[in-house]
Antibody, heavy 121, light 106 residues
Framework: QVQLVQSGGGLVKPGGSLRLSCAAS????????MSWIRQVPGKGLEWVSY????????NYADFAKGRFTISRDNAKNSVYLQINNLRPDDTAVYYC??????????????WGQGTTVTVSS | IVLTQSPDTLSVSPGERATLSCRTS???????LAWYQQKPGQAPRLLIY???SRATGIPDRFSGSGSGTDFTLTISRLEPEDFAVYYC?????????FGQGTKLEL
């Protein structure tokens, strides 16, 4: 079945770095954009970034420009989010999600289970 | 594009009808407007895409409508499992943006 399984996350000190991973299965990975979304505890959903199927296009929310880097490895059916110089306000649950393809505009239609990032000294 | 949902909280009872609104700061092609349901401790679940198309497995008591800058999610007869937070999302442009959410409470 179509699924996304996330790994990474955890407790990190301010200024540290982290790489989140998301492994996809059950669909043709290269056909889809992939997005990352985060949710601060008790708050709403906040889109972070997306990457196109062949990595040609990436896009970031303003807050993510400069410290966040999205990438993918199509041989491993995986997408990644590298976060550098972590700050306490990056503390959130991070989700990966399947995004649109050239022929399917269903939005963010499949979500990972989420992974918690806590930035604290 | 800023998405503004109303109300922030809606108090309803099982069996009643709920109407949730999502207004966009500029016109959005309805092809690229979606609605999500999120329960505590869970990932969001896609309910509606393309403003009015139900995602796979979504009961027909959920319906979406609207165009331009005004979109609506309607739940015709609330079931106990429908009490959750609902978000709209536009994905026509970058950055993708979510509404702030509407909490459906008992």
């Amino acid at each position: 079945q179509v699924q996304l399984v996330q790994s990474g996350g955890g407790l990190v000190k301010p200024g540290g770095s982290l790489r989140l991973s998301c492994a996809a299965s059950g669909f043709t990975f290269t056909e889809h954009y992939m997005s990352w979304i985060r949710q601060v505890p008790g708050k709403g959903l906040e889109w972070v970034s997306y990457i196109s199927g062949r990595s040609r296009y990436t896009n970031y929310a303003d807050f993510a420009k400069g410290r966040f880097t999205i990438s993918r490895d199509n041989a491993k059916n995986s997408v990644y989010l590298q976060i550098n110089n972590l700050r306490p306000d990056d503390t959130a649950v991070y989700y990966c999600a399947r995004d649109v393809s050239d022929y399917q505009y269903h939005g963010l239609d499949v979500w990972g289970q989420g992974t918690t990032v806590t930035v604290s000294s | 594009i800023v998405l503004t949902q109303s109300p922030d909280t809606l108090s309803v009872s099982p069996g009643e009808r709920a109407t949730l609104s999502c207004r966009t700061s500029q016109s959005v092609d309805s092809t690229f407007l979606a609605w999500y349901q999120q329960k505590p401790g869970q990932a969001p679940r896609l309910l509606i895409y393309g403003a009015s198309s139900r995602a796979t497995g979504i009961p027909d008591r959920f319906s979406g409508s609207g165009s331009g800058t005004d979109f609506t999610l309607t739940i015709s007869r609330l079931e106990p499992e429908d009490f959750a937070v609902y978000y709209c999302l536009q994905y026509v442009s970058s950055p993708r943006t979510f509404g702030q959410g509407t909490k459906l409470e008992l």
